[in-house]
């Protein structure tokens, strides 16, 4: 795991919460992209099972709108799984704010690229003081060598 | 009500004690939930919906390994609570 170094908060590692309060009382979790819902719409085990221990490790995933349209727009077939992932209690759909596009713009422009779901999920990352979940670490990393992943394998 | 393991009912409803939503299961499939006296109906809600879920994909596309469950503890920084915990807790594939 890639996770930035000298973090002061009380989530040490990828934004779960050592404590033995019920998971309902935890906040932290992860950012979810493309690659994530696509690796959850081909059925892999990896993100079976992040999703699975969600209720007992009180983990969140916040999923960028943009993540599930691209898996949509790719594999229309795949919508069954994509509601599943979506109306998961520990998964939290987002929709893009003015000031997160200003920020993704921000993001873009500095990296000389103009990938906006990779965008937006870096944006995530620095504001939540998250992880990202992905299949593909490179895509997000053209944005920001540092952004801290975790890689679904 | 005949108690197959007296000790993992002792163990179940010290979970419940804790403010845990414990899942009964029988041949591997859930079939009730005990949930904590005063618990927030909607948490136990959810995480019943999210264990249905986790089921349907094991279901359709196979349950994942013990070795992918220990990656997420690791990743978590969370001490690994044992094979037979999470095999009582989640789907996962037989060995072979």
């Known amino acids: 795991m890639a996770g930035r170094g000298g973090d002061p908060s009380p989530v040490p590692r990828g934004g779960c919460l050592l404590t033995e309060q019920p998971p309902s009382l935890l906040v932290g979790g992860w950012i979810l992209d493309a690659g994530a819902v696509a690796s959850w719409t081909a059925g892999e085990l990896a993100i079976q099972s992040w999703l699975a221990v969600a209720p007992v490790l009180g983990l969140t995933f916040l999923l960028p709108e943009l993540a599930v349209t691209e898996t949509h727009t790719l594999r229309p077939h795949a919508g069954v799984a994509v509601d599943e992932l979506v109306t998961h209690p520990h998964v939290v759909l987002t929709q893009m704010s003015p000031a997160d596009a200003a920020g993704v713009e921000d993001l873009l422009a500095a990296s000389r690229t103009f990938d906006v779901m990779a965008g937006w999920v870096v944006h995530l990352c620095r504001q939540r003081g998250w992880n990202a979940l992905t299949t593909d670490p490179g895509r997000l990393q053209r944005i920001d060598p540092q952004v801290p992943t975790e890689l679904l394998l | ?96």
């Open chain 2, 1 to 96: 009500m005949p108690v197959e393991d007296p000790a993992a009912l002792a163990r179940a409803i010290d979970r419940v004690a804790r403010g845990e939503v414990v899942h009964l299961v029988r041949d591997g499939r859930p079939v009730a939930d005990l949930v904590p006296v005063g618990a927030d109906s909607r948490a136990a809600q959810a995480q019943h919906a999210a264990r249905a879920i986790t089921q349907r994909m094991a279901d359709r596309f196979g349950a994942p390994t013990m070795a992918h469950y220990r990656r997420v503890y690791e990743s978590c920084g969370h001490p690994w609570p044992g094979e037979e915990e999470i095999r009582r807790r989640f789907p996962v594939a037989d060995a072979s």
